[in-house]
């Protein structure tokens, strides 16, 4: 009877020693692929980065201003990719929103040069200054 007391441990000891190791095991698993997604995310990033650059020279060169639109939107998309990692593409985040306000003061001399009348934010045309809001109180 002592002996088969002394089974019944073991194996109650061996099963739960085995059950705590297989989740610790299934945690750094876990762990590693989560790194290793973030690795190819950021590979991902940067490359693209790289062709966001190439392609702002060539504009930069040709003075094409059919590129700017598509430029414009792929600096964008990569400044929130890299701000979805932004611990791994902070060099990245610096250079691609470094770019997109590039693009955005090429869009804008561009149609200045052009003459068109910009609009600020507020959506009136041609103002250079914001509008004044007056505020009235009640008093009673």
């Not at 007391?5 to 061996?14: G, P």
């Not at 690795?39 to 693209?48: G, L, N, Q, T, V």
């Not at 985040?93 to 090429?106: A, H, K, P």
Request: proline share 2%.
């Amino acid at each position: 009877m002592l002996l088969g007391l002394s089974v019944m441990i073991s194996e109650t000891w061996y099963k739960t020693d085995l059950k705590d190791m297989l989740t610790e095991f299934t945690k750094v698993i876990s762990a590693l692929l989560k790194m290793q997604l973030q690795m190819d995310d950021k590979r991902k990033i940067e490359a693209s980065a790289g062709s966001l650059q190439d392609i702002f020279e060539m504009y930069l060169i040709t003075k094409n201003p059919e590129l700017l639109t598509h430029l414009l939107f792929t600096a964008n998309d990569l400044v929130h990719q890299s701000f979805s990692l932004l611990l791994l593409t902070v060099p990245t985040f610096g250079i691609v929103g470094s770019i997109e306000l590039s693009i955005l003061q090429e869009i804008y001399i561009s149609g200045k040069k052009n003459g068109q009348k910009q609009e600020n934010h507020t959506g009136y045309r041609g103002q250079t200054h914001w509008p004044s809001i007056k505020i009235s109180t009640c008093s009673s």
